[in-house]
């Protein structure tokens, strides 16, 4: 907590991911907010627009921004959003090197200045840069947690509502493995209601929506052309931070470094996990199909293959 007794989140980098996660922070009133970035006057000239928004909002949080890391000292969470973005033609997997780079001098920064924090990666390529982070902070890995899966899920409980015409609330779904094109959504483990998703959909619009799930980032960078997606990253960020900060005990799908679970040991990897105040609080290990565990193998080599690189 800092020195007013609330608790206090850091978002690293000022761009379009890391100013939309501060202000869903604030306005939600889960903590007041730092935002640090590298630019001289943008997270500076962000969190003071977003103050002069608190009248009309109605939220009683502060965020200030900075260049600096002083201010970030005593954070309850930090978000690690700073890296370059994906263009088209760009796989995140094109981001290690430069990332890496900036991942690292950041997360040495955070470990200086709040040594007991809960570390919550949103760069990309996302589960390597948790291989980075865990490295330069020390901190252990239950406290180094990757955003991913939240945000895949998502996208896929979104498309399952969109084809079968109900509610979002309604939907429960997951992905498994690697943030990439790797990643496995898990259909048969998804539900409307309870109910499984097949008794709604057909296997073809079912296959159509796991293979969407697995393109959904390059899909909006498509569109948007300079930039990536930022509102529903931003969005799952901070569903990690609300069940962190109250400790929700929530279970979501998350970059993990795993000790043994699905066979993979120091590595992190996109499985359930319950999230708590102490960060990652348990790793829920899941019946695998033999299609659905080759699949899984797939992902877990192309994640590998990453971290060998660094």
């Known amino acids: 907590m800092n020195r007013s007794g609330r608790r206090k989140v850091t978002v690293v980098g000022a761009g379009f991911v890391g100013a939309t996660a501060a202000q869903r922070i604030i306005e939600k009133g889960l903590a007041d907010v730092v935002m640090v970035d590298i630019a001289e ?5 962000k969190a003071l627009d977003m103050m002069e928004s608190a009248p009309v909002e109605g939220f009683d949080m502060a965020i200030v921004g900075s260049n600096n890391y002083e201010a970030t000292a005593d954070s309850d969470v930090v978000v690690v959003t700073a890296g370059l973005p994906r263009k088209p033609g760009m796989s995140r997997d094109d981001l290690l090197k430069t990332n890496a780079g900036i991942v690292g001098s950041v997360c040495e920064q955070i470990a200086k200045y709040s040594p007991e924090a809960i570390l919550i990666i949103v760069s990309n390529p996302l589960d390597a840069m948790c291989h980075v982070a865990l490295k330069a902070t020390g901190f252990p890995s239950k406290r180094v947690i990757g955003m991913a899966g939240v945000l895949d899920s998502a996208r896929m409980r979104h498309f399952i509502a969109d084809a079968a015409k109900v509610s979002v609330k309604n939907v429960q779904a997951f992905v498994l493995g690697g943030h990439g094109d790797t990643m496995v959504p898990l259909m048969r483990y998804a539900t409307i209601s309870g109910i499984p998703v097949d008794r709604f959909l057909d296997k073809a619009t079912i296959d159509a929506i796991a293979d969407r799930t697995r393109n959904g980032g390059i899909e909006i960078v498509n569109y ?4 990536s997606a930022y509102y529903a990253p931003s969005s799952s960020a901070v569903e990690m931070v609300d069940a962190i900060l109250n400790d929700r005990k929530e279970l979501l799908p ?6 043994g679970e699905y066979g993979v040991k120091d590595l992190y990897l996109g499985v359930l996990a319950k999230l708590g105040k102490d960060g990652v609080e348990q790793v829920i290990q899941l019946e695998l199909l033999p299609e659905e565990q080759a699949n899984l193998e797939v992902s877990i080599a192309a994640v590998k293959e990453l971290v060998t690189k660094l």
């Open 254 to 259: 998350c970059a993990v470094l795993l000790n």
């Open 41 to 45: 006057g943008i997270p500076q000239g």
């Open 224 to 227: 948007l052309k300079t930039g």
